[in-house]
């Protein structure tokens, strides 16, 4: 197998005195946000825009980030009022969770903050949607549940229903959704003290527990200890970020195999170093993963086999 892996270091550049404009249409506004200064550019969670261009949650300096997918410049940016944690988009908006308020908050790519009264979350860590059923799916890492909220952010249900639940869920980090085999992918530490394992925990659509990705190995070994960001590619293969190994595992859905690894630890090209989320483009063979530590997106090119 031949990997041709594409990095490009993005770095943010030290704001002075930045004040929360609403209104102020940044993307039009750009200074140059490029620094050599390590360390600056934080990147927690990534997805794709309408446009196939990537929209990063920058934690550090509270912004959302909007890359050009093919040279990883950027394309636009906005800061938050608050620490940003996961981030999806829909037609002409951003949903982002904001750990400082609590609470899922709406964007226009330029900034422009919405009206959104979204439910109360503790600490909003991923979030998908399902276009479909206009549900929006949040990882509450506090309340240690998935709040599912319709498209004007009124509560709908959480899994499971009366949380906090460890036989449901224990530290819930990240999530996936299969539109087509209406199926919810959730990343859990585990918790060793209570002998619960680090896990993938698979639902159907109505919250109902279907199936179990287990990280232990034989009586003592584990295949993964702290499971992060997820993504399926359509094809029957779940992607996960292992942010302690700083590997992207591949697994077979039929049968929970692991059937493919990518990256290892390091600060080197193709190197991760507490990565925390990914988005897969099957057809492109393209792997997008925030590497926090290493300061940048790392791009996986050409990934066969999965």
């Known amino acids: 197998m031949t990997k041709k892996i594409a990095v490009i270091i993005v770095f943010t550049a030290l704001f002075a005195s930045v004040f929360y404009c609403p209104s102020l ?24 825009n309408p446009d196939g261009n990537l ?20 394309v636009s940016w906005f800061p938050i009022d608050g620490k940003p944690l996961g981030v999806a988009s829909i037609n ?25 009264a979204g439910a109360p979350v503790q600490k ?12 929006i799916f949040v990882v509450d890492g506090g309340e240690k549940s998935i709040k599912v ?26 999530i996936a959704l299969d539109a087509e085999k209406q199926e919810l992918y959730v990343s859990d530490y585990g918790d060793q003290a209570i002998g619960i394992h680090a896990r993938v925990q698979i639902f159907d ?14 009586m003592f070994g584990q295949r993964f200890s702290r499971p992060q960001g997820l993504a399926v590619d359509g094809r029957g293969h779940l992607l996960m970020i292992d942010c302690f190994s700083a590997e ?9 195999a692991i059937i493919k690894t990518f990256g290892e630890y390091g600060m080197g090209p193709g190197q991760l170093r507490l990565p925390f989320d990914l988005v897969v483009d099957p057809v492109a063979r393209e792997i997008f993963v925030t590497n926090n530590r290493c300061s940048r997106i790392e791009v996986f090119r050409n990934a066969r086999g999965f």
């Open 25 to 48: 249409a940044w993307g039009d506004k750009i200074p140059d946000p490029i620094s050599k200064a390590p360390g600056t550019f934080s990147p927690v969670r990534i997805t794709f």
């Open 205 to 218: 659509l109505k919250g109902n527990l279907t199936g179990t990705i287990s990280g232990k190995e034989g």
């Open 248 to 256: 992207i595992l591949v697994f077979d859905l039929l049968s929970g």
């Open 92 to 116: 002409d908006y951003i949903l982002v969770g904001n750990e400082t308020r609590g609470c899922v908050e709406a964007y226009r790519p330029n900034g422009r903050k919405l009206a959104f």
């Open 149 to 174: 909220l319709s498209f004007k952010g009124k509560l709908l249900f959480k899994i499971p229903a009366s949380p906090p639940d460890a036989n449901i869920l224990t530290n819930p980090t990240g």
């Open 55 to 74: 929209i990063v949650s920058e934690y550090k300096r509270g912004l959302i980030v909007t890359l050009d997918r093919t040279t990883l410049g950027v």
């Open 124 to 135: 909003p860590v991923d979030i998908v949607l399902d276009k479909g059923l206009k549900t």
